[in-house]
Every structure is written in structure tokens, then in C-alpha cells.
């Protein structure tokens, strides 16, 4: 059992070594000067006619939420249809669904889909 603590270790190890060199390797090769153009913000090639930093609705965010949510439902539906044969399994997927669909339905509820 301790072999597989130091497997994981190692990796990590690993895997931090390899995000230093690369950070350090990226500080060294990279151009340093900093011009004002470069600071603009890029619109398909039109200038820019507007700063960039202005506040969005929260609604956006709301939207982004709700994507990210059911995003990641499909991601957990997926093994779970392959493994259906077990029912302890399709019980736990149900139980997921329903907790995903009890939080739409209380967004939905909340007004958060409204388009305003």
C-alpha cells in the first residue's frame, strides 16, 4: 500500500518540477518590453472604441452557472450509462438527476432564466 502513496508522490513531484521549468523557461524566452498598443483591447481588428473594463449583468454569470452545471452532469451521465448493469448504480444516477433537476427547477423558479 505504500508504494502506491509513493507512485503519487513521484508524479506530483514530477508534475511540479515540470510547472517550474516551464514557468521559469517561459520568463526567460518571452519579450519583456511592454508597449501601449499591446495593452489595448483587441476587437476583430476594429479599434477599440470603448474600455474594456465595464460591468456585465450578473445574469450572464447565471447563465455561465447553469451551463457549467449540466456540462458537468453529462459528464458524470456518461460512465453511468455504461454501467447501468448494477443497481446500486442506476439508483445513485437517479439520485443525481433528481438533485440536478430540483436545482433547474428552483433557478427556473427564482426568475434566473428570464431573459431581461
Known amino acids: 500500500m505504500l508504494e502506491e502513496y509513493v507512485t503519487v508522490a513521484v508524479f506530483t513531484g514530477v508534475v511540479v518540477v515540470f510547472s517550474l521549468i516551464a514557468l521559469v523557461f517561459s520568463k526567460l524566452i518571452r519579450p519583456s518590453k511592454s508597449e501601449p498598443e499591446k495593452r489595448t483591447v483587441y476587437e476583430c481588428g476594429e479599434k477599440p472604441f470603448s474600455d474594456a473594463w465595464h460591468q456585465f449583468s450578473v445574469q450572464y454569470y447565471m447563465y455561465a452557472i447553469l451551463f457549467v452545471i449540466f456540462d458537468v452532469e453529462i459528464l458524470f451521465l ?26 433547474l427547477v428552483y433557478e427556473w423558479r427564482k426568475g434566473a432564466l428570464e431573459w431581461q
Do not use: D, M, R, S
Open 78 to 103: 456518461y460512465p453511468w450509462a455504461i454501467k447501468t448493469q448494477n443497481t446500486e448504480i442506476f439508483a445513485a444516477g437517479l439520485l443525481f438527476l433528481f438533485i440536478v433537476f430540483a436545482g
